[in-house]
Protein backbone atom coordinates (compact mmCIF):
# COMPACT_ATOMS: atom_id res chain seq x y z
CA UNK A 1 0.00 0.00 0.00
CA UNK A 2 1.08 3.47 -0.83
CA UNK A 3 2.38 5.42 2.50
CA UNK A 4 2.22 9.33 1.88
CA UNK A 5 3.73 11.95 4.47
CA UNK A 6 1.07 13.34 6.57
CA UNK A 7 0.58 15.33 9.84
CA UNK A 8 -1.55 13.85 12.17
CA UNK A 9 -4.12 16.52 12.20
CA UNK A 10 -4.23 15.91 8.52
CA UNK A 11 -4.24 12.65 7.79
CA UNK A 12 -7.24 12.66 11.03
CA UNK A 13 -8.94 14.68 8.63
CA UNK A 14 -8.44 12.47 5.15
CA UNK A 15 -9.66 9.29 7.49
CA UNK A 16 -12.73 10.75 8.57
CA UNK A 17 -13.91 11.67 5.53
CA UNK A 18 -12.86 7.61 4.32
CA UNK A 19 -14.80 6.56 6.76
CA UNK A 20 -17.98 8.29 5.71
CA UNK A 21 -18.02 11.32 7.98
CA UNK A 22 -20.71 13.25 6.00
CA UNK A 23 -20.46 16.38 8.62
CA UNK A 24 -18.13 18.84 10.30
CA UNK A 25 -18.85 21.44 12.70
CA UNK A 26 -16.22 23.73 14.08
CA UNK A 27 -14.14 26.31 15.21
CA UNK A 28 -10.59 27.36 14.42
CA UNK A 29 -7.98 26.90 17.58
CA UNK A 30 -4.22 26.25 17.60
CA UNK A 31 -2.91 23.41 17.42
CA UNK A 32 -6.33 21.73 15.48
CA UNK A 33 -6.08 24.04 12.64
CA UNK A 34 -4.57 21.96 10.39
CA UNK A 35 -7.50 19.67 10.83
CA UNK A 36 -10.66 22.08 10.23
CA UNK A 37 -8.54 23.29 7.15
CA UNK A 38 -8.13 19.88 5.30
CA UNK A 39 -11.38 19.57 6.00
CA UNK A 40 -12.65 23.01 4.54
CA UNK A 41 -11.20 22.25 0.76
CA UNK A 42 -12.45 18.77 1.05
CA UNK A 43 -15.61 17.94 2.66
CA UNK A 44 -17.18 20.26 -0.16
CA UNK A 45 -15.40 18.24 -2.64
CA UNK A 46 -16.29 14.96 -1.29
CA UNK A 47 -20.00 15.13 -0.85
CA UNK A 48 -20.02 16.46 2.88
CA UNK A 49 -21.02 19.57 4.95
CA UNK A 50 -18.23 21.59 6.68
CA UNK A 51 -19.04 24.63 8.57
CA UNK A 52 -16.97 27.13 10.99
CA UNK A 53 -19.66 27.81 13.33
CA UNK A 54 -19.77 31.50 15.62
CA UNK A 55 -18.59 29.47 18.42
CA UNK A 56 -17.40 26.14 20.10
CA UNK A 57 -20.93 26.35 21.62
CA UNK A 58 -22.96 27.22 18.43
CA UNK A 59 -20.29 23.80 16.62
CA UNK A 60 -21.20 21.21 19.31
CA UNK A 61 -25.27 22.03 19.05
CA UNK A 62 -24.60 21.74 15.56
CA UNK A 63 -23.11 18.16 16.04
CA UNK A 64 -26.13 17.08 18.26
CA UNK A 65 -28.42 18.19 15.43
CA UNK A 66 -26.90 16.27 13.04
CA UNK A 67 -26.44 13.19 15.50
CA UNK A 68 -30.20 12.96 15.77
CA UNK A 69 -30.76 12.45 11.89
CA UNK A 70 -28.54 9.64 12.53
CA UNK A 71 -25.75 11.45 10.06
CA UNK A 72 -21.64 10.29 10.44
CA UNK A 73 -20.68 13.95 12.36
CA UNK A 74 -17.76 15.01 13.77
CA UNK A 75 -15.92 18.22 15.65
CA UNK A 76 -12.83 18.92 16.79
CA UNK A 77 -10.86 21.25 19.11
CA UNK A 78 -8.21 22.14 21.36
CA UNK A 79 -8.21 21.97 25.44
CA UNK A 80 -10.16 25.78 26.01
CA UNK A 81 -12.47 24.83 23.00
CA UNK A 82 -13.61 21.45 24.51
CA UNK A 83 -14.22 22.79 27.79
CA UNK A 84 -16.58 25.17 25.78
CA UNK A 85 -18.18 22.63 24.28
CA UNK A 86 -18.74 20.41 27.16
CA UNK A 87 -22.51 21.24 27.75
CA UNK A 88 -23.21 19.90 24.70
CA UNK A 89 -21.52 16.96 24.86
CA UNK A 90 -23.24 16.14 28.16
CA UNK A 91 -26.35 16.76 25.96
CA UNK A 92 -24.91 14.01 23.56
CA UNK A 93 -24.52 11.72 25.93
CA UNK A 94 -27.62 12.84 27.23
CA UNK A 95 -29.83 11.84 23.98
CA UNK A 96 -27.91 8.61 23.22
CA UNK A 97 -26.45 10.13 20.15
CA UNK A 98 -22.93 8.97 18.36
CA UNK A 99 -20.80 11.73 17.34
CA UNK A 100 -16.65 12.17 17.28
CA UNK A 101 -14.71 14.52 19.06
CA UNK A 102 -11.59 15.52 18.94
CA UNK A 103 -9.28 16.68 21.29
CA UNK A 104 -5.49 18.12 19.82
CA UNK A 105 -4.67 19.15 23.28
CA UNK A 106 -2.67 21.69 24.31
CA UNK A 107 -0.93 23.49 28.09
CA UNK A 108 -3.67 24.78 29.96
CA UNK A 109 -5.62 25.72 32.60
CA UNK A 110 -7.12 28.82 31.05
CA UNK A 111 -5.86 30.30 27.54
CA UNK A 112 -2.95 28.19 28.67
CA UNK A 113 -0.25 27.34 25.34
CA UNK A 114 0.03 25.89 22.27
CA UNK A 115 2.05 23.52 22.80
CA UNK A 116 1.66 20.14 23.39
CA UNK A 117 -0.36 18.88 26.58
CA UNK A 118 -1.82 15.57 28.28
CA UNK A 119 -3.94 17.72 31.27
CA UNK A 120 -6.81 16.97 29.76
CA UNK A 121 -6.62 13.06 30.73
CA UNK A 122 -8.97 14.00 33.76
CA UNK A 123 -11.85 16.05 31.94
CA UNK A 124 -12.06 13.31 28.70
CA UNK A 125 -12.50 9.80 31.06
CA UNK A 126 -14.15 11.60 34.19
CA UNK A 127 -15.82 14.85 33.54
CA UNK A 128 -16.69 15.84 29.36
CA UNK A 129 -19.40 17.95 31.30
CA UNK A 130 -22.58 17.48 33.98
CA UNK A 131 -24.23 14.01 34.81
CA UNK A 132 -23.81 10.43 35.18
CA UNK A 133 -21.89 9.27 31.76
CA UNK A 134 -19.21 8.16 30.03
CA UNK A 135 -17.63 8.52 26.96
CA UNK A 136 -15.05 6.21 24.59
CA UNK A 137 -11.67 7.50 24.79
CA UNK A 138 -9.04 6.37 22.16
CA UNK A 139 -5.69 7.83 22.67
CA UNK A 140 -3.48 6.86 19.43
CA UNK A 141 0.61 7.46 19.31
CA UNK A 142 1.59 7.45 16.14
CA UNK A 143 0.08 9.22 12.60
CA UNK A 144 -1.19 5.78 11.36
CA UNK A 145 -2.79 4.57 14.72
CA UNK A 146 -4.58 7.88 14.32
CA UNK A 147 -6.32 6.77 10.78
CA UNK A 148 -7.11 2.91 12.11
CA UNK A 149 -9.10 4.23 15.21
CA UNK A 150 -10.74 6.95 13.08
CA UNK A 151 -12.78 4.26 11.62
CA UNK A 152 -13.09 2.23 14.34
CA UNK A 153 -14.25 5.57 16.54
CA UNK A 154 -17.49 5.95 14.33
CA UNK A 155 -18.29 1.67 14.67
CA UNK A 156 -17.94 1.93 18.50
CA UNK A 157 -19.79 5.35 18.67
CA UNK A 158 -22.79 4.09 16.52
CA UNK A 159 -22.76 0.82 18.07
CA UNK A 160 -23.31 1.81 21.49
CA UNK A 161 -25.04 5.11 20.80
CA UNK A 162 -22.36 7.22 22.52
CA UNK A 163 -20.19 10.33 21.48
CA UNK A 164 -16.63 9.05 21.34
CA UNK A 165 -13.36 11.45 21.66
CA UNK A 166 -10.30 10.95 20.05
CA UNK A 167 -7.83 12.49 22.28
CA UNK A 168 -4.89 13.85 20.40
CA UNK A 169 -2.33 16.08 21.51
CA UNK A 170 -0.31 19.18 20.22
CA UNK A 171 2.82 16.76 18.61
CA UNK A 172 0.96 14.06 17.07
CA UNK A 173 -1.70 16.35 15.34
CA UNK A 174 1.45 18.56 13.73
CA UNK A 175 4.14 15.82 13.40
CA UNK A 176 4.33 14.15 9.88
CA UNK A 177 4.96 10.23 9.76
CA UNK A 178 4.41 8.06 6.76
CA UNK A 179 0.93 6.91 6.30
CA UNK A 180 -1.36 4.40 4.81
CA UNK A 181 -4.79 4.47 4.19
CA UNK A 182 -6.35 1.01 4.67
CA UNK A 183 -9.41 0.50 2.02
CA UNK A 184 -11.99 -0.15 5.30
CA UNK A 185 -14.92 1.71 5.23
CA UNK A 186 -16.40 2.08 8.91
CA UNK A 187 -19.57 -0.57 9.19
CA UNK A 188 -22.95 1.48 9.87
CA UNK A 189 -25.05 0.50 12.61
CA UNK A 190 -29.14 0.29 11.78
CA UNK A 191 -30.06 3.95 13.10
CA UNK A 192 -33.80 3.23 12.06
CA UNK A 193 -35.43 2.98 15.12
CA UNK A 194 -33.91 6.10 16.69
CA UNK A 195 -32.58 8.22 14.06
CA UNK A 196 -35.05 11.75 13.55
CA UNK A 197 -34.77 11.58 9.88
CA UNK A 198 -38.14 11.92 8.65
CA UNK A 199 -41.20 9.92 9.18
CA UNK A 200 -42.38 10.43 5.57
CA UNK A 201 -45.64 9.88 7.10
CA UNK A 202 -44.96 6.14 7.50
CA UNK A 203 -44.46 5.86 11.20
CA UNK A 204 -44.48 7.68 14.68
CA UNK A 205 -41.86 10.58 15.45
CA UNK A 206 -38.49 9.83 16.35
CA UNK A 207 -37.77 11.64 19.38
CA UNK A 208 -33.95 12.77 20.42
CA UNK A 209 -34.25 14.40 23.78
CA UNK A 210 -32.35 14.67 27.22
CA UNK A 211 -35.04 15.90 29.14
CA UNK A 212 -36.97 13.44 31.75
CA UNK A 213 -39.01 15.51 34.14
CA UNK A 214 -39.85 12.48 36.06
CA UNK A 215 -37.00 11.04 38.28
CA UNK A 216 -38.03 7.53 38.07
CA UNK A 217 -37.93 7.39 34.36
CA UNK A 218 -34.72 9.74 34.29
CA UNK A 219 -33.05 6.67 36.51
CA UNK A 220 -34.57 4.28 34.40
CA UNK A 221 -32.43 5.99 31.11
CA UNK A 222 -29.47 6.18 32.86
CA UNK A 223 -29.37 2.69 34.43
CA UNK A 224 -30.04 1.57 30.79
CA UNK A 225 -27.16 3.92 29.52
CA UNK A 226 -24.87 2.44 32.42
CA UNK A 227 -25.89 -1.26 31.44
CA UNK A 228 -24.54 -0.65 27.67
CA UNK A 229 -21.05 0.91 29.48
CA UNK A 230 -20.80 -2.09 31.10
CA UNK A 231 -20.57 -4.18 28.10
CA UNK A 232 -18.15 -1.75 26.48
CA UNK A 233 -15.90 -2.34 29.00
CA UNK A 234 -16.00 -5.72 28.68
CA UNK A 235 -15.25 -6.32 26.01
CA UNK A 236 -14.02 -2.66 24.41
CA UNK A 237 -10.61 -2.20 25.91
CA UNK A 238 -7.29 -1.98 23.94
CA UNK A 239 -3.54 -1.71 25.17
CA UNK A 240 -0.58 -2.10 24.14
CA UNK A 241 2.67 -4.21 25.93
CA UNK A 242 5.87 -3.17 25.00
CA UNK A 243 8.26 -5.63 26.57
CA UNK A 244 6.68 -6.28 29.92
CA UNK A 245 7.00 -10.04 29.65
CA UNK A 246 9.88 -10.63 32.48
CA UNK A 247 9.67 -6.40 33.16
CA UNK A 248 9.85 -6.03 37.05
CA UNK A 249 9.44 -2.08 36.15
CA UNK A 250 6.20 -0.87 34.20
CA UNK A 251 5.89 2.22 32.99
CA UNK A 252 2.67 3.66 32.13
CA UNK A 253 2.03 6.10 29.42
CA UNK A 254 -0.58 6.98 26.10
CA UNK A 255 -0.36 8.71 23.63
CA UNK A 256 2.44 10.91 22.66
CA UNK A 257 4.33 10.49 25.68
CA UNK A 258 4.37 6.86 25.42
CA UNK A 259 6.82 6.96 22.08
CA UNK A 260 9.28 9.19 24.38
CA UNK A 261 9.03 6.10 27.20
CA UNK A 262 9.68 3.87 24.44
CA UNK A 263 12.76 5.24 23.54
CA UNK A 264 13.50 5.49 27.57
CA UNK A 265 12.52 1.47 27.82
CA UNK A 266 14.86 0.56 24.64
CA UNK A 267 17.72 2.54 26.82
CA UNK A 268 16.95 1.14 29.66
CA UNK A 269 16.92 -2.38 28.28
CA UNK A 270 20.34 -1.48 26.90
CA UNK A 271 21.60 -1.27 30.32
CA UNK A 272 20.19 -4.42 31.78
CA UNK A 273 17.28 -3.09 33.55
CA UNK A 274 14.16 -5.26 32.90
CA UNK A 275 11.47 -2.45 32.38
CA UNK A 276 8.62 -2.46 30.01
CA UNK A 277 6.24 -0.17 28.81
CA UNK A 278 2.09 -0.21 29.26
CA UNK A 279 0.31 1.65 27.18
CA UNK A 280 -3.61 1.94 27.09
CA UNK A 281 -5.19 2.94 23.83
CA UNK A 282 -8.98 2.91 25.48
CA UNK A 283 -8.70 5.30 28.49
CA UNK A 284 -12.34 4.80 29.03
CA UNK A 285 -12.52 1.79 29.54
CA UNK A 286 -9.64 1.90 31.59
CA UNK A 287 -7.72 -1.37 30.27
CA UNK A 288 -7.46 -2.97 33.87
CA UNK A 289 -7.48 -6.55 33.31
CA UNK A 290 -4.56 -6.10 30.52
CA UNK A 291 -2.50 -3.68 33.06
CA UNK A 292 -2.34 -5.84 35.43
CA UNK A 293 -1.16 -8.93 33.28
CA UNK A 294 1.75 -6.52 32.54
CA UNK A 295 2.38 -6.15 35.20
CA UNK A 296 2.26 -10.05 36.85
CA UNK A 297 6.06 -9.51 37.35
CA UNK A 298 6.64 -5.76 38.48
CA UNK A 299 7.78 -4.80 41.28
CA UNK A 300 7.32 -1.09 40.57
CA UNK A 301 4.97 1.08 38.28
CA UNK A 302 6.01 4.58 36.79
CA UNK A 303 3.19 6.72 35.13
CA UNK A 304 4.85 9.19 32.68
CA UNK A 305 2.25 12.12 31.39
CA UNK A 306 2.27 15.42 29.93
CA UNK A 307 0.65 16.41 33.08
CA UNK A 308 1.24 16.98 36.70
CA UNK A 309 -0.31 13.62 37.31
CA UNK A 310 -3.49 12.30 36.18
CA UNK A 311 -3.89 9.08 34.69
CA UNK A 312 -1.64 7.66 37.57
CA UNK A 313 -5.04 8.05 39.41
CA UNK A 314 -6.85 5.51 37.07
CA UNK A 315 -2.80 3.29 36.64
CA UNK A 316 -3.65 3.18 41.17
CA UNK A 317 -7.24 2.24 41.22
CA UNK A 318 -6.78 -0.75 38.48
CA UNK A 319 -4.15 -2.35 40.50
CA UNK A 320 -5.72 -1.97 43.89
CA UNK A 321 -2.61 -1.12 45.81
CA UNK A 322 -0.93 -4.03 44.89
CA UNK A 323 2.45 -2.25 43.69
CA UNK A 324 3.89 1.05 44.35
CA UNK A 325 3.02 3.59 41.28
CA UNK A 326 5.25 6.94 41.18
CA UNK A 327 4.99 9.56 38.91
CA UNK A 328 7.30 11.46 36.11
CA UNK A 329 5.49 14.33 34.03
CA UNK A 330 6.40 17.69 32.76
CA UNK A 331 3.36 20.09 32.15
CA UNK A 332 2.36 23.59 29.99
CA UNK A 333 3.70 22.12 26.87
CA UNK A 334 7.19 20.94 28.13
CA UNK A 335 7.64 17.69 26.54
CA UNK A 336 9.41 15.23 28.45
CA UNK A 337 13.00 13.61 27.36
CA UNK A 338 13.91 9.77 26.79
CA UNK A 339 17.08 10.80 29.39
CA UNK A 340 15.10 12.45 32.02
CA UNK A 341 12.22 8.91 32.06
CA UNK A 342 15.47 7.24 31.82
CA UNK A 343 16.85 8.41 34.62
CA UNK A 344 13.26 8.06 36.71
CA UNK A 345 13.76 4.31 35.20
CA UNK A 346 17.18 3.91 37.00
CA UNK A 347 16.38 5.35 40.43
CA UNK A 348 13.09 2.82 40.74
CA UNK A 349 15.95 -0.16 39.41
CA UNK A 350 18.09 1.48 42.36
CA UNK A 351 15.32 1.15 44.85
CA UNK A 352 14.37 -1.93 43.82
CA UNK A 353 17.46 -4.29 44.38
CA UNK B 1 21.09 3.25 10.72
CA UNK B 2 19.53 6.12 12.27
CA UNK B 3 19.44 10.03 11.74
CA UNK B 4 18.48 12.70 14.02
CA UNK B 5 18.42 15.55 12.47
CA UNK B 6 17.93 19.04 13.65
CA UNK B 7 16.91 22.37 11.40
CA UNK B 8 16.64 25.49 12.88
CA UNK B 9 16.88 28.94 12.03
CA UNK B 10 14.11 31.87 12.15
CA UNK B 11 10.41 31.59 10.46
CA UNK B 12 10.33 32.30 6.90
CA UNK B 13 13.62 30.73 6.14
CA UNK B 14 12.26 27.40 4.99
CA UNK B 15 13.26 25.30 7.87
CA UNK B 16 10.20 23.24 7.91
CA UNK B 17 10.44 22.71 3.88
CA UNK B 18 14.16 21.79 3.94
CA UNK B 19 12.94 19.09 6.31
CA UNK B 20 10.15 17.87 4.64
CA UNK B 21 12.16 17.58 1.55
CA UNK B 22 14.70 15.50 3.60
CA UNK B 23 11.42 13.29 4.93
CA UNK B 24 9.97 13.06 1.05
CA UNK B 25 13.37 11.96 0.43
CA UNK B 26 13.48 8.74 3.52
CA UNK B 27 10.07 8.05 1.77
CA UNK B 28 11.23 7.42 -1.32
CA UNK B 29 13.91 5.04 0.10
CA UNK B 30 11.10 3.16 2.29
CA UNK B 31 12.35 4.47 5.69
CA UNK B 32 10.77 5.39 8.83
CA UNK B 33 10.65 8.97 9.86
CA UNK B 34 9.30 11.47 11.72
CA UNK B 35 9.35 15.16 11.35
CA UNK B 36 8.01 17.82 13.98
CA UNK B 37 7.70 21.29 13.81
CA UNK B 38 8.54 23.69 16.73
CA UNK B 39 7.52 27.13 16.18
CA UNK B 40 5.81 30.24 18.11
CA UNK B 41 2.39 32.21 17.13
CA UNK B 42 4.38 34.48 14.80
CA UNK B 43 4.00 34.33 10.56
CA UNK B 44 7.54 34.68 10.16
CA UNK B 45 10.80 35.73 12.39
CA UNK B 46 10.31 34.10 15.47
CA UNK B 47 12.15 31.01 16.50
CA UNK B 48 11.53 27.87 14.42
CA UNK B 49 12.95 24.42 14.26
CA UNK B 50 12.33 20.73 12.88
CA UNK B 51 13.47 17.21 13.89
CA UNK B 52 13.45 14.59 11.38
CA UNK B 53 14.69 11.39 12.30
CA UNK B 54 15.31 8.55 9.67
CA UNK B 55 16.03 4.88 10.13
CA UNK B 56 15.51 1.76 9.15
CA UNK B 57 13.91 0.85 12.92
CA UNK B 58 10.24 2.61 14.17
CA UNK B 59 11.02 5.66 15.68
CA UNK B 60 10.33 6.67 19.45
CA UNK B 61 10.83 9.86 20.42
CA UNK B 62 10.45 12.31 17.44
CA UNK B 63 11.85 14.92 19.01
CA UNK B 64 15.50 15.83 18.25
CA UNK B 65 17.53 16.59 21.37
CA UNK B 66 21.13 15.61 20.36
CA UNK B 67 21.24 15.81 16.51
CA UNK B 68 23.41 13.72 14.31
CA UNK B 69 23.16 16.21 11.90
CA UNK B 70 22.17 19.66 12.81
CA UNK B 71 21.31 22.62 10.10
CA UNK B 72 22.00 26.19 11.67
CA UNK B 73 20.41 29.00 9.77
CA UNK B 74 21.05 31.79 11.76
CA UNK B 75 23.44 33.00 14.70
CA UNK B 76 21.10 32.09 18.02
CA UNK B 77 20.10 28.69 16.71
CA UNK B 78 24.31 28.33 15.66
CA UNK B 79 24.79 29.23 19.38
CA UNK B 80 21.69 26.87 21.12
CA UNK B 81 21.93 24.42 19.01
CA UNK B 82 25.79 23.34 18.81
CA UNK B 83 26.65 22.37 22.06
CA UNK B 84 23.75 19.40 21.57
CA UNK B 85 25.59 17.91 18.90
CA UNK B 86 26.49 13.78 19.24
CA UNK B 87 29.80 13.56 19.07
CA UNK B 88 31.21 12.75 15.59
CA UNK B 89 28.16 14.40 14.34
CA UNK B 90 28.57 17.20 11.08
CA UNK B 91 26.66 20.62 11.35
CA UNK B 92 26.15 22.82 8.59
CA UNK B 93 25.67 26.51 9.13
CA UNK B 94 25.11 29.67 7.13
CA UNK B 95 28.43 32.13 7.86
CA UNK B 96 26.57 34.95 5.85
CA UNK B 97 24.29 35.19 9.10
CA UNK B 98 26.67 33.43 11.94
CA UNK B 99 29.68 35.12 12.99
CA UNK B 100 30.36 32.69 15.99
CA UNK B 101 32.96 30.03 15.17
CA UNK B 102 33.02 26.88 16.13
CA UNK B 103 34.41 25.67 19.41
CA UNK B 104 33.91 21.95 18.63
CA UNK B 105 36.82 19.20 17.85
CA UNK B 106 34.78 16.08 18.34
CA UNK B 107 32.57 16.98 14.93
CA UNK B 108 32.70 18.31 11.50
CA UNK B 109 31.59 21.97 10.80
CA UNK B 110 30.65 22.98 7.52
CA UNK B 111 30.81 26.99 7.12
CA UNK B 112 28.81 28.05 3.98
CA UNK B 113 28.22 31.42 3.03
CA UNK B 114 24.38 30.54 2.01
CA UNK B 115 22.82 33.77 2.24
CA UNK B 116 25.33 35.24 0.25
CA UNK B 117 25.66 32.65 -2.41
CA UNK B 118 21.91 32.80 -2.91
CA UNK B 119 22.28 36.26 -3.61
CA UNK B 120 24.73 36.28 -6.02
CA UNK B 121 23.23 33.39 -7.96
CA UNK B 122 20.11 35.29 -7.82
CA UNK B 123 18.09 32.46 -5.82
CA UNK B 124 16.99 34.58 -3.35
CA UNK B 125 15.81 32.43 -0.15
CA UNK B 126 17.66 29.64 -1.36
CA UNK B 127 19.95 29.39 1.56
CA UNK B 128 18.38 26.51 3.08
CA UNK B 129 18.52 24.39 -0.09
CA UNK B 130 22.15 25.23 -0.52
CA UNK B 131 23.27 24.15 2.65
CA UNK B 132 20.91 21.01 2.54
CA UNK B 133 23.57 20.29 -0.91
CA UNK B 134 26.42 20.29 1.33
CA UNK B 135 24.72 18.34 3.55
CA UNK B 136 23.96 15.69 1.00
CA UNK B 137 27.34 16.05 -0.60
CA UNK B 138 28.92 15.46 2.66
CA UNK B 139 26.78 12.49 4.07
CA UNK B 140 25.92 10.86 0.79
CA UNK B 141 22.61 10.40 2.18
CA UNK B 142 20.49 10.97 -0.70
CA UNK B 143 21.29 11.52 -4.42
CA UNK B 144 20.30 14.81 -6.03
CA UNK B 145 17.48 12.61 -8.25
CA UNK B 146 15.65 11.63 -5.19
CA UNK B 147 16.12 15.53 -3.95
CA UNK B 148 14.35 16.18 -7.77
CA UNK B 149 11.90 13.55 -7.00
CA UNK B 150 10.71 15.38 -3.30
CA UNK B 151 10.28 18.70 -4.67
CA UNK B 152 8.36 17.80 -7.58
CA UNK B 153 6.19 16.54 -5.00
CA UNK B 154 5.83 19.76 -2.16
CA UNK B 155 6.00 21.94 -5.26
CA UNK B 156 2.18 23.35 -6.28
CA UNK B 157 1.63 23.63 -10.15
CA UNK B 158 1.73 26.93 -9.92
CA UNK B 159 4.58 27.63 -8.81
CA UNK B 160 6.77 24.45 -10.89
CA UNK B 161 9.46 27.46 -12.38
CA UNK B 162 11.14 26.83 -8.61
CA UNK B 163 12.21 23.12 -8.77
CA UNK B 164 14.73 23.83 -11.36
CA UNK B 165 15.90 26.49 -9.23
CA UNK B 166 15.97 24.46 -6.10
CA UNK B 167 17.73 22.03 -8.12
CA UNK B 168 20.55 24.70 -8.92
CA UNK B 169 20.61 25.93 -5.10
CA UNK B 170 21.23 21.83 -4.14
CA UNK B 171 24.21 21.94 -6.52
CA UNK B 172 25.85 25.03 -5.60
CA UNK B 173 25.73 23.70 -2.06
CA UNK B 174 27.05 20.19 -3.13
CA UNK B 175 29.58 21.83 -5.17
CA UNK B 176 31.03 24.27 -1.89
CA UNK B 177 34.66 23.21 -0.66
Known amino acids: MEKVLMKGNEALAEAAIRAGCKCFFGYPITPQTELSEYLSKQMPKRGGVFLQAESEVAAINMVL ?19 LKSEGISYIAGSDVPALIINVQRGGPGLGGIQPSQADYWQATKGLGHGDFHLIILAPNSVQEVVNLVSKAFELGETYRTPVMLLSDGLLGQMMEPVAFPDIQANEADKSGWAADGTKMARPHHIVN ?5 ANDLEEIVRRRYERY ?13 LTDDAEIVVTAFGATSRIVKSAVNKARAEGIKVGMFRPITLWPFPK ?20 GQMIDDVKLALNCKLPVSFYGRTGGVIPTPNE ?7 LNGGAQ | MTYEILLAGFGGQGVLFAGKLLAYCALFEGKEISWLPSYGPEMRGGKCNCSVCISDEPIGSPKVLEPDLLVALNGPSFEAFLPTVKPGGKVFADSSLIDAACDRTDIDCYMVPAT ?3 DDNNL ?7 LLGKLLSETGLFSPETVRKALEKNTPASRAHTIDNN ?11
Open chain 1, 341 to 347: VLDEIRK
Open chain 2, 167 to 177: MRAIQLGMDYQ
Open chain 1, 289 to 308: KELNTACANAKAVLSVEMSM
Open chain 2, 116 to 118: QMA
Open chain 1, 65 to 83: GAAATGTRVMTSSSSPGVS
Open chain 1, 230 to 242: AKIEETETMAECY
Open chain 1, 210 to 214: SLYIE
Open chain 2, 124 to 130: QKGANII
